[in-house]
């Protein structure tokens, strides 16, 4: 991501803290799963051809799935726990075909809460998650999602995943994956996009992480439905203004007009 992308990013982000004095910024459940619906400038960034073409070596047709804000305040003590994104997902995601990239807005480090992989541990299937949550506000060292050591894992091996600001990175959902506490006096602000295929059905019509489907490479296969993109307007006070709007309505009137009313999300 350019400069002004990124800073884009982050007065988004302080937008949706000030305006919305009941979210949990470090929630990502209390943010939800489909801001790109509701925010034009997320809309142009999950659908930037410069994501969609690394994207694209791995998936053939590219559907957004869902995205949300990954924040963790100045001192937090949040932490997330070692887990792998698929195992919540296949309950309403099949095939597992999903693509997460992670965009940061400011530089990560393990001092301010980067993420951490295991390497390999994508090629070992899915391991049996605790699902009782992600993210921990404790200090208790014994409540995983995973248990590594029973798995056959040592947390020494984990590699600390440093990205600057406007860097990505890509994952599958089987990677086991977590990230430390922010025990710094910097924000550690990202955006994380989950791209899945037309090929993938998903099961839970009617409900958030679904109502975030666009369409953004390839062609409608039924009885998937699709949300149109959201247009910025330039008139509304409500949307955060961005730059290269334009292209980006001219971008995203294209991909809504390819829709056909069957594959039209009814919303």
């Not at 073409?53 to 559907?63: C, H, P, T």
């Not at 992989?117 to 998650?129: Q, R, T, V």
């Not at 949307?239 to 919303?267: C, I, K």
Request: net charge negative; with cysteine.
């Amino acid at each position: 991501m350019d400069k002004q992308t990124v800073e884009e990013g982050r007065q988004l982000a302080e937008r949706i803290r000030k305006h919305n004095h009941e979210v949990d910024l470090e929630n990502p459940n209390s943010i939800g799963d489909a801001q790109a619906v509701r925010h034009p400038f997320l809309a142009d960034l999950v659908s930037d051809e410069r994501i969609l073409e690394l994207v694209g070596a791995i998936l053939d047709d590219i559907v957004h799935l869902q995205s949300t804000y990954f924040i963790k305040k100045p001192q937090s003590d949040n932490r997330t726990l070692w887990h792998q994104d698929g195992a919540y997902w296949t309950q309403f995601i099949n095939p597992l075909q999903v693509i997460s990239v992670w965009a940061a807005f400011d530089r990560t480090t393990p001092e301010n809460g980067c993420m951490k992989f295991i390497p390999g541990s994508h090629k070992e299937g899915y391991l049996e998650h605790d699902i009782s949550g992600v993210v921990s506000d404790g200090d208790k060292d014994d409540d995983e999602e995973v248990n590594l050591e029973e798995a056959g894992y040592d947390e020494s091996d984990a590699v600390d995943i440093e990205l600057k600001p406007g860097d990505i990175s890509i994952h599958r959902p089987s990677i086991l994956h977590a990230s430390y506490r922010n025990t710094t006096d910097r924000w550690r602000r990202a955006y994380a996009i989950r791209y899945t295929s037309t090929s993938v059905n998903m099961l839970r019509p009617g409900q958030e992480g679904q109502k975030g489907a666009f369409l953004l490479r390839g062609e409608p296969s039924d009885p998937q439905q699709y949300r149109k993109l959201p247009l910025y307007d330039p008139d509304d006070d409500s949307q955060m203004h961005f730059t290269g709007w334009e292209a980006y309505n001219e971008r995203a009137r294209t991909l809504n007009d390819s829709l056909s009313p069957d594959n039209l999300m009814d919303v």
